[in-house]
């Protein structure tokens, strides 16, 4: 194991780009959206799908406090309707529901890192593991199919507390469930400001720069996969 894990007894793990990736590049527009919104979706520069995202993102920002599934899916179909309304995309409402619906049950959206599986049934083996995620209620759903969710024993979820990460709360929370001292824990997520906010409540921060072309400046300890870990 490697040295930074001496002496703990909990690791932490973020999901998005540190266990899963998305297979289209993209969380909100996935291969099936890619698909429906075609020939249509590339005529828009980057400028103008950026701004037209940000207004739904900031919908589901302050909507984001969810416990079931089907919540969520009315949730992001509202996401949907806001983008191609103020994109001027023109996706129909049979489309919009097509789209949400594959966003919210379709498995096959997140991708596994290759030494996800490996690496987490090893430090299965020696330390408790949890999630500190922003993410929704069809996440746990994603990681039975995956087979992932047998190797953790707690997780914070954002949906749950209506706060994103590095909103304090997520980490209270999941030191309150995993039952030890902070010290005793490491926190692996793939955005500098997360790991901010952890190391306040004295976690172990370790950055993850696992996806091409994504490799911030840090203070943190790096790693590049999640098999450095071992």
């Given at each position: 194991?490697?040295?930074?894990?001496?002496?703990?007894?909990?690791?932490?793990?973020?999901?998005?780009?540190?266990?899963?990736?998305?297979?289209?590049?993209?969380?909100?527009?996935?291969?099936?959206?890619?698909?429906?919104?075609?020939?249509?979706?590339?005529?828009?520069?980057?400028?103008?799908?950026?701004?037209?995202?940000?207004?739904?993102?900031?919908?589901?920002?302050?909507?984001?406090?969810?416990?079931?599934?089907?919540?969520?899916?009315?949730?992001?179909?509202?996401?949907?309707?806001?983008?191609?309304?103020?994109?001027?995309?023109?996706?129909?409402?049979?489309?919009?529901?097509?789209?949400?619906?594959?966003?919210?049950?379709?498995?096959?959206?997140?991708?596994?890192?290759?030494?996800?599986?490996?690496?987490?049934?090893?430090?299965?083996?020696?330390f408790s593991l949890g999630i500190i995620s922003d993410?929704?209620?069809?996440?746990?759903?994603?990681?039975?199919?995956?087979?992932?969710?047998?190797?953790?024993?707690?997780?914070?979820?954002?949906?749950?507390?209506?706060?994103?990460?590095?909103?304090?709360?997520?980490?209270?929370?999941?030191?309150?469930?995993?039952?030890?001292?902070?010290?005793?824990?490491?926190?692996?997520?793939?955005?500098?400001?997360?790991?901010?906010?952890?190391?306040?409540?004295?976690?172990?921060?370790?950055?993850?720069?696992a996806t091409p072309g994504s490799d911030p400046e840090?203070?943190?300890?790096?790693?590049?996969?999640?098999?450095?870990?071992?």
């Open positions: 194991m490697h040295a930074i894990l001496k002496d703990k007894k909990v690791v932490f793990f973020d999901i998005g780009y540190t266990v899963f990736y998305p297979a289209s590049g993209d969380w909100m527009f996935t291969n099936r959206f890619l698909e429906v919104a075609g020939e249509r979706f590339k005529k828009y520069t980057a400028s103008q799908i950026r701004e037209a995202r940000m207004k739904g993102e900031e919908y589901l920002l302050h909507n984001h406090l969810c416990h079931d599934e089907d919540v969520e899916l009315e949730r992001i179909k509202h996401f949907y309707e806001m983008f191609s309304s103020s994109l001027g995309l023109g996706l129909t409402d049979e489309e919009i529901v097509s789209v949400a619906k594959d966003h919210t049950f379709n498995a096959e959206n997140y991708v596994k890192y290759h030494d996800a599986v490996k690496v987490l049934s090893k430090l299965s083996d020696h993410t929704w209620p069809s996440l746990e759903t994603k990681l039975k199919k995956h087979g992932l969710d047998k190797y953790f024993s707690f997780a914070t979820y954002s949906f749950d507390l209506g706060v994103y990460k590095p909103d304090p709360k997520m980490f209270a929370d999941a030191l309150s469930k995993c039952g030890c001292d902070a010290d005793k824990t490491v926190f692996i997520d793939d955005r500098p400001e997360n790991l901010a906010g952890a190391e306040k409540f004295g976690i172990t921060p370790v950055l993850i720069a840090t203070s943190f300890f790096k790693i590049h996969s999640l098999s450095e870990l071992l």
